[in-house]
């Protein structure tokens, strides 16, 4: 039993070492979405190109476009003088965000039922609302015998990521994104190639059981996605600077477990599909929503209730849960039960799907 | 409890879909014998095999392999039996020696065996210099050659060949079969595929398989002494006009061109066939030489296959 997994898992590597495009793939793929998440995903926003319509043209207006841009959010690239040329700069994608201040500014500072000024924004760009609220609440510069500005009702303090740096919530659910991709796709492409080749048809004719078959297979890329995963980690460590606060033993155990997840599902994908460019494209079907709902890039809570449930049959979803909380909050896994559970029976749903597809025959 | 019969089926059908591509086939193949499926591209050759094999599972029908009841009892087969596909299926990014060691892996030999048995292989079958190239760089016999060695490493009681010859040249052909007899020897028992004559004549006993059911069996001298046809020889100048003055006639079933020569089967039910044919001719003017000769495996082939010509059929050896 163990020598003929051994010998399946040997063929593996030996072939795998010879499939150079693969096997750049493997240190390929991290690299690369680790720099293109890391440094271009930003939802710290900065820099937004604005326009000013400034109607009552007081120093006090001026003061507060300067410290709107004192804040370093937004970039006051033209002045407009009237609403239609405002209007027309957004049009045409000159700017994103424009801040109309009144002529009746100054008086409209002393009432408190109407708004003082306006921040029109781009709806057709996503992030830039929140920004705007941002924006809103910049306080009224601070001018003795006029103004004194008001204390903040509510102090906001960033735990685990007191700079509140991006990279610092991606890179540690990167990881999980990038073993779902090339996990999945690596194993099911590598069955799915060998049905395509015939070889399946002359293995099935020898002793061989499919256990063998199957775990001697996915073993090499068990390897390959610990690699893979500490790639990340000491990447995101090295440019990013992104803290691991937690056990790296619980990150691993974790990290194995979602490793077996993914690696099942590859294996279900490589017992529908028949051509490897199926195989590819069924991946590809379900890496998409696993980047989008689970939680990598938008909150999940905020997420619409059947998306909730899609999210909740996804590995990812609950992949990043773990490993936010472990490498970020230093969370112990049993601290972490409920996704470390729901990962542990999907993976194994996952697994009786396909030992029950998995068959030694062809038909 | 084994019978004398390395395989038998009753009843064997697969159907897929609403096409039945193997149709009530009955089958008693001796052991220690060379036997071989005959058939155009369809005729459910490699569907037979694979249900034999337990690739598939026949819809209906039964069957014994090794008197191990298959598709039931088919994981036990697996050590007795070498099967070798249509295509190449070994990894061709593996080289040759690695190839032998996965298979001899796979098979459960160990290790002192496994060097010793693909060092003979090796030897034997001529790969000793090709053994650290890899497969895709091989030629189309030293393909097949590594595939007959992977299949015989484990030293199998029966061997299952689907169209072994397909790709490789006539000089090959010849070599693999010799290999073949060898095994044969030793007591192995082979089932064949193919749709070459020459190869099928070299069987101890065929099936010729039409379209999903098997339409003749028997040694290929029984099948050629025992056709139901008369088979006439008519050399003419023109051989077109003279395929056209009997090509119509009710009791001509078929007639072919050999080069400068007509070769016709005619139902053997009518009476003398030479004398009308040669008459029909004279009628015609035509100029030709008549002569009853001994029917070819083709001869039964064609025979056996209901004399439709429009349809594939198997290529002559001689072609080749």
Not at chain 2, 196 to 213: N, P, V
């Amino acid at each position: 039993m163990l020598n003929r997994l051994f010998a399946v898992a040997s063929k593996e590597i030996r072939q795998l070492r010879r499939d150079r495009l693969t096997f750049g793939m493997i240190v390929g793929i991290p690299l690369m979405q680790m720099l293109l998440f890391g440094y271009a995903i930003n939802f710290d926003v900065r820099g937004i190109k604005a326009t000013v319509f400034d109607e009552a043209q007081t120093s006090l207006s001026r003061a507060l476009i300067a410290d709107m841009q004192a804040t370093g959010v937004v970039r006051v690239v033209s002045h407009s003088a009237s609403s239609a040329e405002m209007n027309r700069r957004m049009n045409a994608g000159e700017v994103s965000i424009a801040v109309h201040i009144p002529r009746d500014f100054e008086r409209r500072r002393l009432e408190t039922d109407r708004p003082m000024a306006q921040i029109l924004i781009d709806g057709s760009q996503p992030s830039l609302e929140n920004l705007a609220q941002g924006l809103s609440g910049t306080p009224l510069p601070a001018r003795p015998g006029i103004y004194r500005p008001a204390a903040h009702r509510f102090e906001i303090r960033t735990q685990y990521n007191p700079e509140k740096r991006t990279a610092v919530q991606i890179v540690p659910a990167l990881i999980g994104v990038i073993l779902s991709m090339t996990m999945m796709m690596f194993t099911a492409v590598a069955i799915v190639r060998e049905r395509e080749r015939g070889n399946l048809e002359l293995l099935i004719t020898t002793p061989v059981r499919s256990i063998e078959l199957m775990i001697g297979k996915l073993l090499p890329y068990v390897f390959i996605g610990l690699i893979q995963t500490s790639l990340v980690l000491a990447l995101g460590t090295v440019l990013f600077a992104v803290p691991v606060q937690g056990s790296l033993l619980a990150l691993y155990v974790a990290a194995l477990i979602f490793i077996a997840a993914t690696l099942s599902l590859g294996l279900m994908i490589s017992t529908i599909a028949q051509t490897q460019t199926q195989a590819f494209q069924m991946s590809l079907f379900l890496l998409l929503p696993s980047i989008l709902l689970s939680g990598f890039v938008f909150p999940f809570d905020g997420m619409p209730v059947p998306a909730r449930w899609i999210a909740q049959v996804l590995p990812l979803t609950h992949f990043v849960a773990l490993i936010r909380g472990i490498v970020l909050r230093a969370a112990p896994l049993s601290d972490l039960q409920v996704p470390l559970y729901k990962l542990l029976g999907l993976t194994a749903v996952v697994l009786l799907i396909v030992m029950a597809r998995f068959r030694k025959r062809l038909d | 409890m084994e019978s004398g019969y390395a395989i038998t089926a009753r009843g064997l059908t697969r159907s897929f879909g609403k096409h039945i591509a193997v149709d009530h086939v009955d089958l008693q193949i001796p052991r220690a014998q060379i036997y071989g499926f005959l058939g155009p591209n369809g005729s459910g050759k490699s569907t037979t095999i694979r249900m034999l094999c337990g690739l598939l599972r026949p819809t209906s029908g039964e069957c014994e392999v090794l008197g191990h009841p298959v598709p039931r009892d088919s994981e036990l087969l697996r050590r007795e039996i070498g099967y070798m596909t249509q295509r190449f299926s070994l990894w061709e990014d593996l080289t040759v020696a690695e190839n032998l060691e996965f298979m001899a892996q796979i098979f459960g030999l160990s290790r002192s065996a496994r060097t010793e048995r693909i060092r003979q292989r090796l030897q034997h079958y001529r790969l000793e210099e090709m053994r650290a190239q890899r497969a895709d760089t091989l030629s189309g016999g030293q393909k097949q050659r590594l595939a007959l060695a992977a299949a015989t490493l484990h030293e199998p009681r029966l061997l299952l060949l689907d169209e072994p010859t397909s790709a490789v040249d006539p000089q090959n052909r010849r070599d693999f079969w010799e290999s073949l007899f060898e095994l044969v020897a030793g007591g192995t028992t082979i089932l064949v595929s193919t749709h070459y004559m020459d190869e099928a004549e070299r069987c101890h006993g065929i099936a010729i398989l039409d379209r999903g059911k098997l339409v003749a069996e028997g040694s290929p001298r029984a099948l050629m002494d025992s056709i139901d046809a008369d088979v006439l020889e008519i050399e003419a100048a023109d051989t077109r006009a003279a395929r056209h003055a009997i090509g119509g006639l009710d009791y001509v079933r078929s007639v072919a061109q050999l080069g400068t020569r007509l070769h016709a089967l005619l139902d053997k039910n009518v009476a003398d066939t030479v004398d009308k044919v040669r008459r029909q001719l004279a009628e015609q003017g035509i100029e030709a030489r008549v002569e009853k000769v001994r029917a070819s495996l083709e001869d039964v082939f064609v025979a056996a296959t209901g004399f439709n010509s429009d349809r594939d059929t198997p290529a002559a050896g001689k072609a080749a």
